[in-house]
């Protein structure tokens, strides 16, 4: 499948029975909420497809992995109806991430910020290279790494999310987050990356597809409650999107 967007593009191509889903957008590899929701249903048709056992999630490029949000659509927010509707976007994608019923690979090539970081956060195993060093930035620009923060944390535990948090323009290295466990495997380079995520997705998907699905769940337990706790933390967002401060530091931060 592949579904090309004006603001970027979505790519899924099926190998045996290793699915590789690619993001692009010629921003950093950002999200705006198009793109986001074509994630979304990709990651949930894939859930049901039984040709299916393995979920490698990628983007494009040699750049970042992810910028997360969409300044542009970030500035354009009028009202909170329409904040939380953006910040939702990210709330579905975890959400789809979690119920999943196939593992989820992350193929981390890059700097990941922001919503980058919570994607990385929500894969069930992450390979990154020397390169993905990772920020939340969201304190800085007015805002908060509300939605994705249980991901976070679920991940690299609460006192990294809070330090990542506060220091907001302070990036942390790759080091630092495969010592906190966001990336279970770091190599040298993207050469490399995917020689091991080639090997470790063949070996993941020659398991009972079965077994697999129901380590899912247990991987997962505990976070049944996120389908509303998620879009609580958008409504948060939304609001505090609209305050001057935001829109100052968003246009300040965009130049």
């Known amino acids: 499948m592949e579904q090309k967007k004006s603001m970027g593009s979505l ?11 690619q993001f692009s957008h010629p921003a950093s590899n950002s999200f705006p ?7 979304t249903e990709e990651l949930s048709q894939l ?9 490698i999630l990628r983007s494009e490029g040699t750049g970042a992995f992810c910028a997360g949000a969409s ?3 970030l500035l354009a927010v009028s009202d909170l109806e329409e904040g939380t509707e ?4 990210f709330a579905n994608l975890i959400n789809a991430m979690r119920k999943c019923s196939k593992i989820i690979v992350g193929r981390i090539h890059g700097k990941a910020v922001g919503g980058g970081v919570g994607i990385a956060a929500a894969c069930d195993y992450a390979f990154a290279t020397i390169e993905s ?6 304190l800085a620009i007015g805002i908060g790494p509300f ?3 249980p991901a976070v ?11 990542m948090t506060l220091a907001a323009t302070e990036w942390k290295n790759t080091d630092w987050a495969h010592d906190k466990g966001l990336y279970a495997k770091v190599v040298e380079n993207q050469v490399e990356l995917d020689i091991h995520i080639a090997h470790f997705t063949e070996k993941l998907a020659s398991y009972n597809p079965e077994a697999l699905v129901q380590m899912k769940k247990i991987i997962w337990e505990g976070t049944e409650g996120w389908d509303t706790l998620l879009l609580e933390r958008a409504a948060i967002s939304g609001e505090l999107v609209l305050s001057d401060f935001t829109k100052n530091a968003l246009n300040q931060f965009k130049k």
Do not use: H, Q, Y
């Open 11 to 21: 790519t899924t191509t099926i190998n045996n029975t290793v699915a590789t889903v």
């Open 33 to 39: 909420r198009k793109l986001l929701d074509g994630l």
């Open 47 to 55: 859930s049901a497809n039984a040709a299916v056992s393995v979920i």
């Open 71 to 73: 300044f542009d659509e």
């Open 86 to 89: 953006f910040f939702s976007g």
């Open 133 to 138: 060093a990772i920020k939340l930035s969201e």
């Open 147 to 149: 939605v994705i923060e």
């Open 153 to 163: 944390s679920r991940k690299i535990g609460k006192t990294a999310m809070t330090d």
